[in-house]
């Protein structure tokens, strides 16, 4: 895949001390055609692990230029409530933009909450996205900025968690979709990972964006 972005979208605000990459803008647009190819569903979106709500609004900026409904609600999971600002400005941006009053929330909690059976957003998704952390705490050196540190490694949760909430937070005939960095060098096979845990979810391998896989969690 490509590294320049074709499908230009609109200038986000973001922290500068640490900013996102394409492979945001990637997903976005490949899950994009997903949903248009298989007439994927898409009432309630989560954007897992979200930041500045990249991901999200590139999502619905795509379904929006392309005729395409938006959704009901959607909402923007990220544990660091610095990002708060920075959301509430993109949101205006899109909203401005697209002359769309677009349903989106912040929620600044830990996603280990949707890993809960009784959690109040059970079932409640069909559609999840996200490009979480790629690391786990002993894979590299870590920075002296903690926010960094939990952008780039599992540090306020796990992958299992991670999964977990993906199996309580999807609806029955819902689709996730993930990028997950390849961590052999570190001796993790990811799929195998996935597999052990034993959730009953399916993991499909849809290839590279760039150079991290891009995934498909279904019930």
Known sequence: MSSINLHFTF??????????SHDSVFLAREVFKKIKKFH??????????????????DLL?????NGMQLPKKTDFLEIQNIYKPFFDKNVETFNGITKQS??????NINYE?????????ASSYDLIISNPPYFRKDQGVLSKSEFKNRCRFFIDSDFKN?????????SESGNAFILLKSLTEHGIDIEKEFADLDTGLKLINLGLIRD????????
């Open 11 to 20: 200038n986000y605000v973001q922290p500068d001390e640490y900013r996102f």
């Open 40 to 57: 994927l569903p898409y009432t309630q979106i989560l954007d897992l692990c979200s930041g500045c709500g990249i991901v999200g609004l």
């Open 61 to 65: 900026f795509h379904l929006n230029s």
């Open 102 to 107: 677009v349903s989106a929330q912040f929620l």
């Open 113 to 121: 909450m949707l890993a809960q059976p009784e959690s109040i957003y």
């Open 162 to 170: 991670l999964i977990a909430a993906f199996k309580v937070s999807l």
């Open 212 to 219: 991290t896989g891009f995934y498909q969690i279904k019930k």
